[in-house]
């Protein structure tokens, strides 16, 4: 069974930075590609960035791009994102997401569509 476990949300003042991690367990050869996304209350849910986890390859949204890192510990079966300077419109729910398919490097990176297993999400909120 695979599980994607997600952690270290939290609350943070606007330009604070914060990072969360996401474990998987189980059938550890669906992480060939991992992603983190988020949704906001009301909003649909939207890709920040992926890895492709055997290159170390990464594609981030432009919103996120020079703030937010991925990266990743294979020994650990860990993905983090650094997410730094953080701002008011960063709060959401935050995924992590898994796929063992070869997607193209591309915007597909980011689409929620490509990934079949999930966690269940860690609150970030950004506020003063």
């Known amino acids: 069974q695979v599980q994607l476990v997600e952690s270290g949300g939290g609350s943070v003042q606007p330009g604070g930075s914060l990072r969360v991690s996401c474990v998987v367990s189980g059938y550890i050869y669906i992480r060939k590609r991992m992603g983190w996304f988020r949704q906001a209350p009301g909003k649909e849910r939207e890709g920040v960035a992926a890895i492709y986890t055997a290159a170390g390859s990464t594609y981030y949204a432009g919103s996120v791009k020079g703030r937010f890192t991925i990266s990743q510990d294979n020994a650990r079966n860990t993905v983090y994102l650094q997410m730094n300077n953080l701002k008011p419109e960063d709060t959401a729910m935050y995924y992590c997401?898994?796929?063992?398919?070869?997607?193209?490097?591309?915007?597909?990176?980011?689409?929620?569509?490509?990934?079949?297993?999930w966690g269940q999400g860690t609150q970030v909120t950004v506020s003063s």
């Open positions: 997401a898994a796929d063992s398919s070869p997607v193209p490097y591309s915007d597909r990176w980011l689409s929620p569509r490509e990934y079949p297993y």
